[in-house]
């Protein structure tokens, strides 16, 4: 009930901002076309409103980083979200449905701001990026496929991504393994699924941890939901549990036969005690349990926190070595599946501010040299200093005194908050241990990482109906897939009638959402 009145609320809310109009994108400002020194936008100081919410946290307008720009730009942000607001889903609903949008508004779930725009609430942003933004519009030219993840359904840009540095940082996860194990077993690394299969198998029954007891756990994986588990097993087969582009064609990936293969080869090594009895329930816990407790030989997981376990236990586990190795090969296939988005939300001008002027150029200082700089490091002399024109972190980052990590530090400044800025991958090498840095370049050099499909966008009535069938394809595909992994059920014998159920649910009719979506993308 309660779901169906936001929604209505949503509707009378959206009307409202219709029937306003557009926002006068002159607003009042009378610095529009002064130029003025350095990277003031407006003579005065000027206080503009957002609505903006990262990880339970609102938006401190006070935090040094925010600070700085002010003192930069002469505007000063002002978040209409309260500290006591962690929900950002709902407090998002509340805004829209009370029809007081401040001047800006930033959001983690893209599909919902466009959809804002799209209703009449977020202004256009095309042609005052062209008058207003060359910062944006450079970082396009140079960045193609980052403007057409800026572009809604209807043609329009309602928002600017919060992008990852995804060229530079694409991939997301690596193979990791026992490779202590593999030389006390004097066994090869393995490049193959078959060769994989074989060295799981003697980590299950040669006690390469020497405690005497059969307690080695050759595969394990961690994750909070079936999801997470179930995207790096199936990528060992590469078959993915995810939608997927091919050819121009977008596939959801539990309905195609080489995820049937991928079934049918996990329920297989899960019986032969290949993989962790409790891989379902033991959660996001598992890596630290497993390897802490020196009982894991393999997994598929991050790169940044997963290198780092070779400087935790190697004082405790006797030449503990856990390291990368490349993707295994499979019916020719060497690659991953697993990858970075491009973005992950952003922010948009709404129709009630009168000062969409002084906001786009807000937006395009932190495309700036300087402003991309701040964003993504904090400030100069208190997190990072200048070296060769490179910023470095200083020992306040990477060695805190409070035992603070690197990341956490550098947000409580302000920095990395979500809201419509552009990553610099330098930001995260820098406090990534040294593996990890090079386990990324290996991938990146060999080109062991397919790319995702990109974030596609849809209309008002495909999104409302794709969202419905997805929620039912993904729920009965995980319900299945953890049935036919852990033996209760067998997938040769259950396939055709998975797919039938798959197709009374609207396979058919999603996938054509997808494909129109893709092409809309690819245009």
Known sequence: MMKKKITYLFLIAAMLLTSCGKSNTNGASTDADKKLEGHLITEKPEELTVFAIHLGKALKSDAPVYKKAFEMTNINLKNVASQNQTDQKEAFNLL??????????????????????????????????????????????????????????????????????????????????????????????????????????????????????????????RGDTIAKVLQPLTDIFKARAIWYDEKDNVKFGPAQPEY?????????????????????????????????NNLGGFTIDWFGSTSSYNSKLDKTIPNFDFSIIAPSEFKGDNKTYQARTTYLGGWGISTNSKHAIEAIKYFDFWYSPEGRRLWNFGIEGEEYTLKDGKPIFTDKVLKNSEGKTPLAVIRESGAQFRLGMAQDSEYEKQWYVKEAVDAIDFYLKNNYVHELMPIL??????????????????????????????????????????????????LEKAEKIQKEAFMRFTK
């Open 457 to 506: 966008k849809y209309t008002k009535d495909e999104s409302k109906e794709f969202i419905k069938i997805n929620a039912q394809l993904n729920a009965y595909a995980e319900e299945m897939s953890q049935k036919w992994i852990l033996g209760v059920s067998d997938v040769d014998k259950d396939w055709d009638s998975y797919i039938k159920r798959l197709n009374d649910i609207g």
């Open 96 to 221: 829209v449905s009370s029809g007081e949008l401040p001047d800006i508004v930033a959001y983690e779930f893209t599909e919902d701001l466009e959809g804002l725009g799209i209703d009449g609430g977020l202004v256009p942003l095309e042609d005052l990026i062209e008058k207003y933004a060359p910062n944006i519009k450079k970082f396009w030219e140079e960045n193609p496929r980052y403007k057409k993840d800026a572009i809604a359904a209807d043609g329009h840009i309602y928002m600017i991504p919060n992008y990852y540095d995804y060229f530079n940082f694409m991939p997301s996860t690596g193979y990791y393994i026992r490779k202590d194990w593999i030389k006390k077993l004097n066994l090869k690394e393995p490049t193959t699924v078959e060769d994989l299969y074989n060295t799981l198998v003697a980590f299950r029954d040669k006690d390469p941890n020497g405690n005497g007891k059969k307690d080695e756990v050759p595969i394990f994986s």
């Open 260 to 292: 049937k293969e991928a079934m049918k080869q996990l329920a297989k090594w899960y019986k032969e005690g290949l993989i962790d009895k409790e891989i379902f329930t033991r959660g996001i816990t598992s890596r630290d349990y497993m390897l802490s």
